[in-house]
C-alpha cells in the first residue's frame, strides 16, 4: 500500500503540511508528447491535509506555471463567500514517497504565500490518513 | 474567474433540459457550441476532451438539475 509518513515540529500549531510536486495529469502529457511538445516541470509546492475542503485547491498562478488549461468550472463557498465560479483543472499530485494520486483540482487565490495548495476530501477518498498528535506525525495512505 | 470557457457553459445551458431527460447524473464534453459526446465518468469525458482537442480549454460538466458548490471551511482560500 504506497503511503508516506511526515513530521511535522510544532503540528498543532503549523498544521499537517507537506511538501509536494503538482504535475501535468496523464492524459495532457501523453497528448503533449504525441504532439512533441515540452512537458512543463512539475511545480513545488507546500501543501496542507484539509479536511474541512470538499476538494483539492492549488494556488492560480501553479495553472500558468505549468500551461494547463481549465477542463470543467465549478461552484464553491467559503467562509466569507458563496457560489463562487472557479476553474478546474486536470492534476498529478506527487507526494513523498512516489505516491501520486490524480484528481481535479480547483484554481482559487490562497492567503498568504507559504500555502500552495489544499489536499480536500477527494484526494483522500481514496486513502487512510492518520494523525498522531503526540509524535506530530501524520500518514497518508492509498 | 476569466472569460474561459464562457461559451461552452452558454452552449451547457441551452441544452440543459434535454441532457437531463436523457443524461441525469452524466458527464457532457462541451467544446464551443458544441455538445461533443456524453460520458458515464468525469475522467472518460476528460480523457476524450484531451485526445479530441489537444492542450486546449474544454467543459466538462455533470448533468445535474442544481449545481452543488464545493465547501471550504478554510480561511486560506482568499474569496
Known amino acids: ?142 | 474567474m476569466g472569460e474561459l470557457l464562457t461559451k461552452e457553459l452558454q452552449t451547457f445551458n441551452t441544452h440543459k433540459s434535454e441532457l437531463i431527460g436523457k443524461a441525469n447524473g452524466k458527464f457532457a464534453l462541451v467544446k464551443d457550441d458544441q455538445i461533443v459526446d456524453i460520458f458515464d465518468t468525469k475522467f472518460d469525458a476528460i480523457r476524450q476532451g484531451y485526445e479530441h482537442f489537444g492542450n486546449v480549454p474544454f467543459l466538462v460538466k455533470k448533468i445535474v438539475e442544481i449545481d452543488i458548490p464545493q465547501n471550504f471551511t478554510s480561511n486560506l482560500l482568499r474569496v
Do not use: W
Open chain 1, 1 to 142: 500500500m504506497p503511503s508516506f509518513t511526515t513530521t511535522v515540529p510544532n503540528l498543532q500549531g503549523v498544521g499537517p503540511v507537506v511538501e509536494i510536486r503538482l504535475a501535468i495529469g496523464s492524459t495532457t502529457e501523453e497528448v503533449l508528447r504525441k504532439n512533441n511538445q515540452n512537458i512543463p516541470i512539475p511545480a513545488q509546492a507546500l501543501a496542507m491535509i484539509d479536511t474541512g475542503a470538499t476538494g483539492t485547491v492549488i494556488r492560480e498562478d501553479i495553472v500558468n506555471q505549468l500551461n494547463l488549461n481549465p477542463v470543467g468550472v465549478t461552484l464553491i463557498n467559503t467562509p466569507s463567500s458563496t457560489n463562487v465560479q472557479c476553474y478546474e483543472y486536470l492534476m498529478r499530485i506527487l507526494f513523498p514517497n512516489n505516491v501520486i494520486v490524480e484528481t481535479v483540482v480547483i484554481a482559487a487565490p490562497l492567503q498568504g504565500q507559504h500555502i500552495q495548495c489544499l489536499i480536500g476530501r477527494d484526494v483522500l477518498h481514496h486513502g487512510v490518513l492518520i494523525y498522531t498528535g503526540y509524535t506530530e506525525t501524520f500518514t497518508l495512505s492509498f
